[in-house]
């Protein structure tokens, strides 16, 4: 068989095996409460409180989702037309036209230009967080957060192109293989690294105080059967009033992160109800199940890219002989970007009902449907959230269960329906 259908082949089982992990791994027979019972939840939660979230999140959505259209359309304009191979020729024309500088300082750029084509947008969201009293953050300290990212982004993207068009400059005709190893191999890196090496760059983490929070949180822990590193505690008040808590890392690197706001705003009842959601997540290795669709996804991804070169009219729309030369990342990043929008309601799916698994096991696991509910009114409270939002942009983006969902669980759950 020639390559290409060697590829076609191995996309197919990537695309199988991808089916069989989503259909084994996410709890798809979680359905969300019944409506009635999340209008009643509805109609409990003061009424000031959901007239400012819904009001915040209107005045979030002109720059979200312009973001979004302008970032598609740069990406589009930059791959469907010469533009994007031109600008990485211009990168690699400074270092004697070499294939390392197009990969690295021609890539680069074009990531630089969506990114600072979405800025105003991005700029737009933080004014109106600080508007509405969420974020604590100066322009300053908002600048400097923005330049960390692009730094982390660019140190990351570097690694990832200059291996990606080491391969398809070394192995021409195979390069579909070695790079979808290779992706799939970066994603489960990313997941042990990004806890311990990321993410203390927008945040300090410093273990929680001993005390009877902390004995009760770890006590939890050891009772779910969960092996925990530590239970950490993120500054995030230097940034935002927002309360949350997320596990992160797999095997050694897991630990279960608090924000601070959450530790002044809620009582330890409260706290003990998010960490156990929190430690849901780790007794059901939702961490391994997103790295393993990650890694199946992220080698699908290269193949197609691969099978997709073979479309001869894509190639000469872009102005490129080949998808892997660098000239051809503009077209790349314009065919992700679609498939990324395009599949945006199916992750959203899947992490949703990831978050409700994880809600049932933090009711289980406490026993305290009340305070699972009064958890929630505070995250929608503090956090400004939408507790119904509207339904197309639920069924898009929402990645965890609504808030009046949440507690029509609780209440459920507190009925004995389980």
Do not use: C
Request: glycine fraction near 10%; charge should be positive; hydrophobic fraction near 50%.
């Amino acid at each position: 068989m020639t390559p290409r259908l060697w590829a076609v082949v191995a996309l197919g089982g990537l695309v199988i095996a991808l089916l069989v992990a989503a259909a084994l791994l996410v709890p798809w027979h979680r359905p969300p409460a019944p409506r009635p019972d999340q209008l009643a939840a509805l109609r409990d939660l003061p009424a000031a409180q959901v007239s400012r979230g819904r009001a915040f999140h209107a005045a979030l959505r002109p720059g979200s989702y312009g973001a979004l259209a302008v970032g598609l359309l740069v990406a589009l304009v930059l791959g469907l037309t010469p533009l994007g191979a031109r600008l990485v020729e211009l990168g690699g024309r400074p270092f004697g036209d070499h294939w390392v500088a197009r990969a690295l300082v021609g890539g680069l750029a074009i990531v630089l230009v969506a990114e600072l084509a979405t800025l105003p947008f991005a700029a737009w969201r933080h004014t109106v967080m600080v508007k509405y009293g969420l974020s604590t953050q100066s322009w300053s300290g908002w600048g400097v957060d923005v330049l960390k990212s692009y730094a982390v982004s660019a140190v990351i993207g570097a690694v990832a192109l200059l291996g990606f068009y080491t391969i398809t400059r070394f192995a021409p005709r195979w390069w579909w293989a070695f790079g979808a190893a290779g992706a799939a191999g970066l994603v489960v890196l990313l997941s042990f690294v990004v806890p311990v090496l990321i993410e203390p760059v927008f945040n300090k983490f410093t273990p929680m105080e001993p005390g009877p929070q902390r004995t009760e949180l770890m006590a939890l822990a050891e009772r779910d059967g969960v092996p925990v590193r530590d239970v950490l505690v993120a500054d995030a008040s230097r940034r935002t009033r927002a309360v949350n808590a997320y596990v992160s890392g797999l095997g050694p690197t897991r630990r279960i992160v608090v924000y601070d706001t959450l530790l002044r705003e809620a009582p330890p009842a409260e706290v003990a109800s998010v960490v156990a959601h929190e430690l849901g997540h780790a007794k059901d290795r939702d961490v391994f199940t997103g790295t393993l669709i990650g890694a199946l996804g992220a080698a699908a991804a290269v193949i197609a890219l691969y099978v997709l070169g073979g479309w001869g009219w894509l190639l000469r729309a872009a102005g490129v002989d080949s998808m892997g030369e660098p000239r051809a990342l503009a077209l790349m990043v314009a065919i992700v970007s679609v498939v990324g929008l395009a599949s945006a309601p199916v992750q959203s799916l899947v992490s949703r009902r990831v978050e409700a698994r994880a809600d049932q096991h933090a009711l289980e696991l406490t026993g305290d449907p009340a305070t699972f509910e009064a958890m929630q009114r505070r995250l929608s409270t503090v956090n400004l959230g939408d507790p119904d939002p509207p339904r197309w942009e639920y069924l898009y983006s929402a990645s965890h269960p609504s808030t009046v969902e949440r507690m029509a669980a609780a209440r459920a759950y507190a009925r004995g329906e389980r």
